[in-house]
């Protein structure tokens, strides 16, 4: 079974600075997708961005990207410039197949 | 993406009373999902929502606490059955596309059982 582990229940940043989210998994699987959801106060999950395990180049999304390590099995979140709305519950997940597993998730707080 | 509707979005329940959430898509989707998720706690898979025939359902929940329906690609239930407090939860649903890999997500229903 994959299992998916977020080392960092809480962080904080200052509004502008940069932070780094940490996320870890263990599969036996060589094709498998991975995702970071941001979930808001609101508690509408939202997708962040997403990597393929084939691809070599890490995905980015304007202030998002991810470094992904398929060997270390590590898949972070860099997030540039934090901004105010930044400030959300992010969960890392992993699917392979069909259905997703997702990480106990880290609070962010961004400070003004 | 889509855009993924769900009923209600909130509502507290009396213990013992059975309560049913609706998810409607604006359009065909392979899959649907139902996730839960426990006051402080991450999301946890319920079931499958496989079209005209009956949900595959995770180690832990089973169809006649959880039933769910899905008469077509659109539209898709939960039903919560003889609620208790320990049913106070969030739930989602999800969808996959015929083509692409992300799973999307509706607004949820956040219930409360008194």
């Known amino acids: 079974a994959q299992t998916v582990t977020q080392s960092q229940p809480e962080m904080s940043v200052q509004e502008a600075e940069t932070v780094t989210l940490s996320c870890t998994y263990d599969?036996?699987?060589?094709?498998?997708?991975l995702f970071w959801y941001k979930q808001p106060p609101s508690r509408q999950m939202i997708l962040v961005i997403r990597q393929e395990a084939y691809k070599q180049q890490n995905a980015t999304e304007n202030r998002f990207s991810v470094n992904f390590q398929k060997a270390a099995k590590s898949f972070s979140l860099k997030i540039s410039d934090s901004q105010l709305g930044d400030t959300a519950m992010y969960f890392c997940?992993?699917?392979?197949?069909?259905?997703?597993?997702f990480g106990e998730g880290t609070q962010l707080t961004v400070n003004p | 993406s889509a855009v993924i509707s769900q009923k209600p979005s909130r509502d507290i329940c009396q213990r013992g009373t059975s309560l049913t959430i609706q998810c409607q898509v604006d359009s065909q989707v392979t899959m649907m999902f139902w996730y839960r998720q426990q006051p402080g706690q991450s999301l946890t898979l319920i079931a499958t929502?496989?079209?005209?025939?009956?949900?595959?359902?995770e180690s832990g929940f089973v169809i006649d606490k959880f039933p769910i329906s899905r008469p077509n690609l659109t539209f898709s239930t939960l039903t919560v059955s003889n609620m208790s407090p320990e049913d106070s939860s969030i739930y989602l649903c999800s969808v996959g596309f015929f083509s692409g890999n992300t799973i999307y997500f509706g607004e949820g229903s956040w219930l409360t059982v008194v």
């Open positions: 599969t036996s699987e060589n094709n498998y997708y």
């Open positions: 929502a496989n079209q005209g025939s009956e949900a595959t359902y």
């Open positions: 997940a992993f699917r392979s197949g069909s259905r997703l597993t």
